[in-house]
């Protein structure tokens, strides 16, 4: 009785799996994918959010840490937008990608957006490159006059104590 119930469950998952298995076959010969790559200088451990405007989906936001990538699959037909929700203090320095297939028209848009048609199959690999806050402080304007200021009247008393040091 065991045996034939493991053989039954056995069958199950196979006919299972090779439903699946064909379905994302069929799947992945007819629609295209972008790879979303995301690179950051200096690294750091930390999320960045993506939005993705499609004609035929609901608009979609993700996450993924840096270093790391996320796949976006359209159909046929399908044109998306994906763009970088881009976070306080950083800065979108670059957007690249590279396609492969003739069915899948890519760019990026003079906003670094990645505008993205699948008349038929394709794949595309995007990369977004971003910069960090910078660690190192700084002084405004108004700060470096200050410093100058600063440092001139630390000359003068040095140049007026000389002086009087010779004078004597």
């Not at 960045?48 to 979609?60: L, R």
């Not at 297939?101 to 699948?118: I, L, Q, R, S, Y």
């Amino acid at each position: 009785m065991i045996r034939s119930i493991r053989i039954i469950v056995f069958v199950c998952a196979l006919v299972i799996s090779a439903a699946a298995i064909s379905t994302l076959q069929a799947y992945a010969q007819s629609g295209c994918s972008i790879e979303v790559q995301k690179d950051v200088f200096p690294p750091v451990h930390r999320d960045f959010s993506f939005f993705v405007t499609s004609t035929t989906e609901p608009d979609d936001e993700f996450s993924i840490p840096a270093g790391t990538h996320s796949n976006v699959f359209f159909v046929q037909g399908e044109t998306d937008v994906i763009s970088e929700i881009v976070p306080d203090g950083w800065e979108l320095v670059d957007v690249t990608c590279e396609t492969e297939g003739p069915g899948f028209n890519v760019f990026v848009d003079g906003e670094k957006n990645v505008v993205a048609t699948c008349v038929s199959d394709g794949f595309s690999l995007c990369t977004w490159t971003n910069r960090g806050p910078s660690n190192v402080p700084t002084l405004s304007e108004w700060g470096m006059i200050a410093a100058a200021l600063g440092l001139g009247i630390v000359g003068v008393f040095f140049a007026v104590r000389r002086r009087k040091s010779q004078a004597v």
